[in-house]
Every structure is written in structure tokens, then in C-alpha cells.
């Protein structure tokens, strides 16, 4: 009996030729599933990785028939270790992919934002009402706009584009003009960086417009 069971094993599991895998003629698992024409093309420390007639598979080790564990050197708590190490590795993988996600949406954001602000640029002229020396000045200014009107001449008309000034604001915050004195005339381009809010001299809250002369300043105070 013994010389038998020796025969068929040397029939149905052979060494692959250079590459020295084992293959099967077929392979059944505890739970009933067979497969056929089975080469083992990677053992790992909690299953085989097989390539069979129908395709690819791996299959546990507590799936396997006991002696295909032991040709294959199964230890239980390497496996217990190796799935653990796999998990923990999925779970940086995934929290990794989740972090770039989230970057790559904030950088996104950021693009986009930077557009709006861009776009809602104004050319601006006026004084400087206070100067507090806190980086930012209070002014008044006009903004330009650019006005498009027919002309004619001759037989045709031709549009001419005129300048004026109006429109602005009397009193605003606004930062990047330096260190200005009281009453000094300035003109920039000006960026919306939303609003502020702060106390007058009577003590009473007030809350005006704020602009930068940069667009990548005005994103930094609108994200305050």
C-alpha cells in the first residue's frame, strides 16, 4: 500500500523543470473545490498562488490537504504573521491613497480659487486714510473701468475705449502698498480678499471690504 500511494504521488506532483515549482495533475481543496493542470507559481507564507487550466488563484494553506502543507513548509504563525503584515500594509496603502486624494483636491481647490481671485481683479487708485503700521493700510480709492463708446467717423463707426475713474470704495482695508503715510496717493491692482472687522476709535464695530495687491495674498486671508 505504501509502494502505491508513493507511485501516485510521484505521478501527480512533479518539479517544474528550471524553475523548480511543483505542479499537479489536479489539486482539490478541503472545501471541494478542484482544480486542474496546476502549477504553483508562488508560495507565500499563507497559501499557494497557482496557475491552473481555467486561470489564476491563491488558496490558503487551511484550505490545503495536509501533505501539500508540508511539502510546501506551512507554519501557522508565519502565516498568522504574514496576513498581519499584509493588513497593516493595506492600511497605509489605502490612508496613503486617501491623503494624495485629499491633496489632490485641495490643490484643485486652490487652483480654482486662485483663478476666482484672479479674475475679480480691479485697477485702483486712491489715498491713504491710516496707516497703523500692522502691514495693512485703511484708504479710499476709485477703481477704473474701462468704458467702450461709437465713434463716427465718416461713413463709419469705430469703437474708442475711455477711461474713467469711479466706483471704489471710501473706506477699505487693503494690504501690500508698503508702508504709505497718512494721505499719500497710491494705484495698484487690487484683489477681493473678503471682509474685516474691527473697532473704531469710539469703540464701535465696523466691517469693510478687504483687498491684497497679490492674488496669492488674498487667498492666504481669505483662508484665515
Known amino acids: 500500500m505504501r509502494v502505491m500511494v508513493f507511485l501516485i504521488f510521484t505521478l501527480t506532483s512533479s518539479f ?6 511543483f505542479s499537479y495533475e489536479e489539486l482539490t481543496t478541503l472545501s471541494g473545490k478542484t482544480y486542474e493542470r496546476v502549477t504553483i507559481r508562488k508560495v507565500e507564507p499563507d497559501g ?31 502565516a498568522a504573521a504574514y496576513r498581519k503584515q499584509q493588513e497593516e500594509a493595506e492600511r497605509k496603502a489605502r490612508a496613503d491613497l486617501r491623503s494624495d486624494e485629499a491633496r489632490r483636491r485641495l490643490k484643485k481647490a486652490n ?11 480691479i485697477v ?12 495693512y493700510v485703511r ?4 477703481q477704473k473701468i474701462i468704458q467702450t463708446e461709437m465713434v463716427v467717423s465718416g461713413l463709419s463707426r469705430k469703437p474708442k475705449k475711455k477711461v474713467i475713474w469711479g466706483g471704489g ?9 508698503g508702508n504709505p503715510v497718512d494721505g499719500e496717493s ?3 491692482v487690487l ?10 476709535v469710539l469703540g464701535a464695530g465696523t466691517t469693510v471690504k478687504r483687498y491684497a495687491t497679490t492674488p496669492e495674498r488674498a487667498i492666504q486671508l481669505l483662508s484665515r
Do not use: C
Not at 16 to 21: K, L
Not at 111 to 121: G, H
Not at 191 to 200: D, I, L, S, W
Open 169 to 177: 470704495d471710501s473706506n477699505a482695508i487693503i494690504y501690500g502698498l
Open 16 to 21: 517544474a523543470d528550471d524553475e523548480n515549482r
Open 191 to 200: 484683489y477681493p480678499a473678503g471682509t474685516m472687522t474691527y473697532e473704531t
Open 186 to 188: 497710491w494705484e495698484s
Open 111 to 121: 487652483r480654482e480659487l486662485l483663478e476666482t481671485v484672479k479674475n475679480s481683479a
Open 124 to 135: 485702483a487708485k486712491g489715498k491713504v486714510i491710516q496707516n497703523p503700521g500692522t502691514g
Open 48 to 78: 499557494l498562488r497557482i496557475m491552473h487550466s481555467s486561470g489564476m488563484a491563491k488558496i490558503s494553506f487551511e484550505d490545503l490537504p495536509e501533505e501539500v502543507r508540508k511539502e510546501h513548509g506551512y507554519s501557522e504563525e508565519e
Open 139 to 142: 484708504a479710499s480709492f476709485n
